[in-house]
């Protein structure tokens, strides 16, 4: 069964900095894309930043320049190292993937709850 292990969520004072770390877990595909978003209280989930098929880096305009997206589709991993965060990055992050096995498939990590504040 193929599935997404998410971990190092948690809690940080603004300015801090937390890095969370996804893997597909299984075997039988390959990973196509891996990326991140996040959904704070009330709000959409929205992409917060993402690894192509091929390599290109995606972010939000709101994590520009703070955060960094780092994939091994080869490892099957995917990091989000966040710089410089602030109360408004308070969100339940989503690793998501686009695995392929007999055809291409979606997949959600559980959540990891990002806390920023004073």
Known sequence: QVQLV??????V??????RLSCEVSGSGFTV????????APGKQREL???ST??????????VKGR??????????????QMNSLKPEDTAVYYCNAIVEDSGYR???GQGTLVTVSS
């Open 6 to 11: 998410e971990s190092g969520g948690g809690f």
């Open 13 to 18: 004072q603004p300015g801090g900095s937390l």
């Open 32 to 39: 196509y894309a891996m990326g991140w978003y996040r959904q």
């Open 48 to 50: 917060v930043a993402d």
């Open 53 to 62: 098929h091929s390599g290109a880096l995606n972010y939000a305009d709101s």
């Open 67 to 80: 955060f960094t997206i780092s994939s091994h589709k080869y490892n099957k991993t995917v990091y989000l």
């Open 106 to 108: 979606e997949l959600w």
